[in-house]
């Protein structure tokens, strides 16, 4: 993952309520990047604050390396996402999304409701001009390195614009993250034929092929851990079984592992001595360390943790939080949809008559 | 996996040409059947009899333990589907599903070209009673024993009704072969509440509310593997998807682990040790176990198996085919579309205004 140039210099506001855990995470997190990031990232907590100087005091340090405003609401992981926003004005999260609004901050991390923060961020920051949906890109490990998948849940009902515009977004993210150029973009369908798929794919591959973008064609579901994409485009519905199967697949082969191990000593002894390879692959798999999920297609930089997110994984988040302002990346998707867009007639059409305007 | 009473008897056709390797894996694969399931399953292979005879003879039996009719045609991995259903009138495929249309065998099981043995089944045996869309069903392992999905790429576009129809058929399917009554539907979505999701599962979820069956509601992709549901509901786009998505988890897992143990020699010293156990987790996750996948909704009964099948693969679904045939599963499918059905008007609507007509 990029890391910010020595003259680069970024403030980010970072909800320190939200996730499964709320500051003790958050806090620890905050640190871990204060560590690692110094003076180029300014850190600003927004929560209860008492609550954030008891977190801060377990540390032993002479100063909190971060800002702290004072917030009195929480958007709690079961308030409806429309309801937080339009009652609790003085949530943690409203706050540091107003503070980035006001320009006072250049990006935000919050690792709350994950609906709850898409609305926050939509309502508050705006759409970028010409997205016409934003979407979460998440990063999966592959064989090789990484691939970005997106949308993985805003948009479970999807016209073929919407794709495509998301395989704008997702080539940017990662040309600008993982310092891949000219990424490759797979449409994620059934069957590699142009033709195969649902009506959805069916149209969004005729607008892919017609672009400037390094599109690859159709890939399947077996495709996206080889790493034959950088960018795996599909509708927020599909994207969220699959990020959510994935999450889970893990667990399952381990809880299968240590049933078959069992009482066996010689198994005990194999699976004693194999540990520290098979942390190895957890760490590799973990997403923790991809930094979050961006929520790319606003108009301002949203970067959103998973609920269950550990210290590591926030401060990872504030480094690709930091890339992403620093590295202009709204600026580089705004030029990107004027070169590689629709046509304002493509942007209102049916489905089923599209052709790309170069 | 149920297994045949005593009493019962049937006689089924296999593609011996269909598959990766041909007559070389189906031949023993019916060998295993014919130990196993002895004189209560006859079996016909059809294919290259030439082919076929070689094969046997590597087994040294005094005669082979199944019937061989000749056919002069292979439907290969590359035809079209419905080119080959037009065109290779003698393929060992379309030959094994006439013998069904005129009830000279009870059941077909192919490992040949999955849209081939759809398309033939359909246009040889056409649909059953009542039934909008044919769907394929895979088994997959979880937690607790196994769940059955479908649709899992017969239908990339799919209606509420052909959802709420694949729901109906799975509950017999796994009441059936693995004897769970009142088995638990759930519907694939992206959030628990019945709101959640995209248009088609919304309008499915009140399709299933209204219904006889023992709906327990949305789930999501995490849910699947922990066997929360028995059967599992989703349209074939996003079944696909994530079958073959699951299917290269494994191998993915393996070149991680095998990446991280390296060369240091207690990591590999420990691998060693753990290979029985993990050889255990592979047999239990293999679905070779599971015997095929079913084509449900046909007037027959078609067990289409992995192009990559095992011996064992074939055996396990003539085991399935021939349950399914002899324990009357299109009789049940048909009775529980009758009682748990759609009226006339909700076969024709369109998705918005369904309820259930009990």
Chains 1, 2 share one sequence.
Do not use: W
Not at 6 to 30: C, F, H, N, T, W
């Amino acid at each position: 993952m990029k890391r910010l140039d020595s003259s680069q210099k970024v403030r980010i506001a970072l909800d320190a309520m939200g996730g499964d855990y709320g500051p003790s995470v958050v806090v620890e997190g905050a640190i871990m990047a204060a560590e690692e990031f110094g003076k180029q990232v300014e850190l600003v907590l927004v929560g209860n604050s008492r609550m954030i100087e008891k977190e801060v005091e377990r540390f032993k340090l002479k100063t909190a390396p971060f800002e702290i405003i004072h917030s009195s609401e929480t958007v709690s992981m079961s308030d409806s996402a429309i309801q937080s926003f339009r009652k609790k004005k003085g949530s943690s999260l409203a706050v540091s999304l107003d503070l980035q609004k006001r320009g006072e901050v250049n990006a935000t991390v919050s690792a709350g409701h994950t609906g709850a923060v898409m609305t926050h961020a939509l309502f508050t920051l705006g759409r970028l001009e010409r997205v016409l949906r934003p979407a979460i890109a998440v990063v999966f490990p592959t064989e090789k390195d990484v691939t970005v998948i997106l949308d993985v849940g805003a948009n479970p009902n999807c016209k073929a614009q919407h794709l495509y515009q998301f395989g704008v977004m997702g080539s940017v993210y990662t040309n600008t993250i993982h310092e891949k150029s000219n990424p490759k973009v797979g449409l994620l369908s059934i069957g590699e034929e142009s033709s195969k798929g649902n009506e959805l794919t069916v149209n969004t591959n005729k607008l892919f092929t017609g672009s400037n973008l390094n599109f690859t064609g159709n890939i399947e579901g077996r495709d996206v851990l080889t790493g034959k994409c950088d960018v795996v485009v599909c509708d927020g519905f599909v994207g969220n079984i699959m990020l959510k199967f994935a999450e889970s697949v893990g667990g399952f082969f381990r809880s299968q592992a240590k049933r078959q191990v069992g009482k066996n000593i010689l198994s005990n002894v194999g699976a004693f001595l194999m540990r520290p390879a098979l942390r190895r692959v957890r760490e590799k798999l973990d997403y923790a360390e991809y930094g979050g999920a961006p929520l790319l297609g606003v108009d301002g930089i949203t970067i959103i943790c998973h609920g269950g997110s550990s210290p590591k994984a926030i401060k990872n988040a504030i480094g690709v939080a930091a890339v992403s302002a620093a590295d202009g990346i709204n600026e580089k998707i705004k030029n990107n949809l004027r070169i590689n867009g629709l046509t304002g007639k493509q942007m209102k059409t049916e489905e089923n008559d599209f052709s790309i305007d170069k």
